[in-house]
Antibody
Framework: EVQLLESGGGLVQPGGSLRLSCAAS????????MSWVRQAPGRGLEWVSA????????YYADSVKGRFTISRDNSKNTLYLQMNSLRAEDTAVYFC???????????WGQGTLVTVSS | EIVMTQSPATLSVSPGERATLSCRAS??????LAWYQQKPGQTPRLLVY???TRATGIPVRFSGSGSGTEFTLTISSLQSEDFAVYYC?????????FGQGTKVEIK
């Protein structure tokens, strides 16, 4: 059974930084691309970033490019999202998801809430 | 980026009726189109990928069609558990994008 467990969310001031983690199990982690998708309170889904299975290729939404960095440690079966220069509009639940390259994300974590506020 | 536009924003349907949801892409995404279902407080659930292939375990009452820029998700006979928000998602181009969602509510 695929399990994805996000952590690292919390309250941060505008301009601050946060690193999210996603611990994966139940599949061969390094064999799959991984994605981050967010959802602001009461709003729809917004794709944030994706990374190839090897970690050699990364992609970002325009809204986070230059501020967020996706990475992975295949030896630890863990996906990361480093978020810098955070803004109020980054407030959302951040979901980690398996897939997102040739096929859409098929399995999702429960999400971690990031709140950017002074 | 490719803009995905869903219609209608809200669809009021009686249980047992058919629901038809539409999704339009601002440029062709070939058949690289997925549909997700999300219920309140839950994570999104993949229903359809490749525009028309049901994901594992998805009931046959859910069917997807279309290619290029016009896509449809049809729920043939709505069950109580189908009332939710539905999102289309293109995975043809970077950045990936989602539609704004269609809420299917009980009439």
């Amino acid at each position: 059974e695929v399990q994805l467990l996000e952590s690292g969310g919390g309250l941060v001031q505008p301009g601050g930084s946060l690193r999210l983690s996603c611990a994966a199990s139940g599949f061969t982690f390094g064999g799959y691309a991984m994605s981050w998708v967010r959802q602001a309170p009461g709003r729809g889904l917004e794709w944030v970033s994706a990374i190839s299975g090897s970690g050699s290729s990364t992609y970002y939404a325009d809204s986070v490019k230059g501020r967020f960095t996706i990475s992975r440690d295949n030896s630890k079966n863990t996906l990361y999202l480093q978020m810098n220069s955070l803004r109020a509009e980054d407030t959302a639940v951040y979901f980690c998801a398996k897939g997102g390259y040739q096929l859409p994300a098929s399995d999702w974590g429960q999400g971690t809430l990031v709140t950017v506020s002074s | 980026e490719i803009v995905m536009t869903q219609s209608p924003a809200t669809l009021s349907v009686s249980p047992g009726e058919r629901a038809t949801l539409s999704c339009r892409a601002s440029q062709s995404v070939s058949s690289n189109l997925a549909w997700y279902q999300q219920k309140p407080g839950q994570t999104p659930r993949l229903l359809v990928y490749g525009a028309s292939t049901r994901a594992t375990g998805i009931p046959v009452r859910f069917s997807g069609s279309g290619s290029g820029t016009e896509f449809t998700l049809t729920i043939s006979s709505l069950q109580s558990e189908d009332f939710a928000v539905y999102y289309c998602h293109q995975y043809d181009n970077w950045p990936r994008t989602f539609g704004q969602g269609t809420k299917v509510e009980i009439k």
